[in-house]
């Protein structure tokens, strides 16, 4: 079992930038990908990036390209989502999770197997 706890979060104007943190405990993430997703109220939980446990491939959903990077410290156990340039669309709550041996990158929140209980992040116009 591992347990992961985002931080990070908070509120930010827009064209502001955030940094989220998630840390895993429990066992090593080292071998798994990683995956950030947000969920706005009233709305489904959305992929927004993912990252390959050596961190040599991520991927992103279009409407973050250019303004998030996700990365990863192995050594501190540790995922990373930079934002910049946000926007009020981008206010959400946002969960790291551990994907699944053999998802290769997956958008979908099947494609992950443990969940962070989340951290808001709220974008003012």
């Known amino acids: 079992q591992v347990q992961l706890v985002e931080s990070g979060g908070g509120l930010v104007q827009a064209g502001g930038s955030l940094r989220l943190s998630c840390a895993a405990s429990g066992r090593t993430i080292s071998n798994y990908g990683m995956g950030w997703f947000r969920q706005a109220p009233g709305k489904e939980r959305e992929f927004v990036a993912a990252i390959s446990w050596s961190g040599s491939t991520t991927n992103y959903r279009d409407s973050v390209k250019g303004r998030f990077t996700i990365s990863r410290d192995n050594a501190k156990n540790t995922v990373y989502l930079q934002m910049n340039s946000l926007k009020p669309e981008d206010t959400a709550v946002y969960y790291c999770?551990?994907?699944?041996?053999?998802?290769?990158?997956?958008?979908?929140?099947?494609?992950?197997?443990?969940w962070g209980q989340g951290t808001q992040v709220t974008v003012s116009s």
């Open positions: 999770a551990v994907e699944r041996l053999g998802a290769g990158l997956g958008t979908t929140r099947y494609d992950y197997a443990y």
